[in-house]
């Protein structure tokens, strides 16, 4: 009985080494293609070694001039439909704006930074606006930074609240909110300044 089992062992064995190694060839392979398609494009990185300090929040008191008349609007309508002229709420117009943001509400106070985006009407019922803009800081440790906000503003309620969602510079990662309250609104050209409470958490 000794014998048969000398002959088979080797057998079994080596065919037992070899598909051991050719499994872990093969796990060690795929291991490898893995961090190799990921490192390519994509690497995680440790937040204090990023640069990131503690999160704080910041609070902003801005004043946003609108100026649609006169010979230097500073918002211009760009898109008018044909159902704009019967519309009760002006519905599909698009304006772009280039705003001053002043610390003061007169234009004479000092320019902190210029509001650049667009704001739609986007309502049937009432005169509500899609607003997507940058706040563009030129003043102190903000210059050049920025802040991007985008929400509903509907321009007849006392207090409308717009979330913050990102910015640059100083702003990077930033989140939070905003609330707008008319300050003055000239009826006869249109021009408007609104009060920007602005809460902002960033790094």
């Known amino acids: 009985m ?14 037992s080494l070899f598909l051991f190694f050719f499994l872990l060839l093969l796990l060690l ?19 204090p070694l990023s640069g990131f300090g503690k999160e704080k929040l910041t609070h902003f008191r801005i004043y946003w001039h609108d100026i649609v008349g006169g010979r230097n609007p500073t918002a211009v309508p760009v898109v008018t439909p044909s159902s704009n002229k019967t519309s009760p709420t002006g519905f599909g117009m698009v304006s772009m704006i280039d705003d001053p943001l002043t610390e003061g509400p007169e234009m004479t106070s000092k320019m902190v ?7 739609a009407l986007a309502s049937l ?3 509500g606006l899609l607003m997507a803009m940058n706040f563009a800081f030129i003043e102190g440790k903000y ?3 920025s802040i991007t906000i985008m929400g ?8 409308r609240e717009m979330p913050v969602i990102g910015g640059s510079g100083l702003f990077r990662f930033a989140r939070g909110y905003v609330q707008a309250r008319t300050h003055k609104f000239d009826v006869k050209t249109g021009d408007a ?10 790094y």
Not at 2 to 15: D, E, N, R
């Open 2 to 15: 000794a014998a048969p089992l000398t002959k088979t062992l080797p057998i079994f064995t080596t065919h």
């Open 143 to 145: 210059n050049g930074s």
């Open 29 to 47: 392979s795929s291991s490898t293609a893995a961090k190799s398609n990921q490192s390519s494009f994509a690497k995680t990185l440790d937040k």
């Open 193 to 202: 300044t609104v009060e920007y409470n602005v809460y902002v958490l960033h």
């Open 152 to 159: 509903r503003n509907t321009v007849f309620s006392k207090v």
């Open 113 to 119: 930074g210029r509001a650049q985006g667009f704001y």
């Open 125 to 127: 019922e009432e005169v």
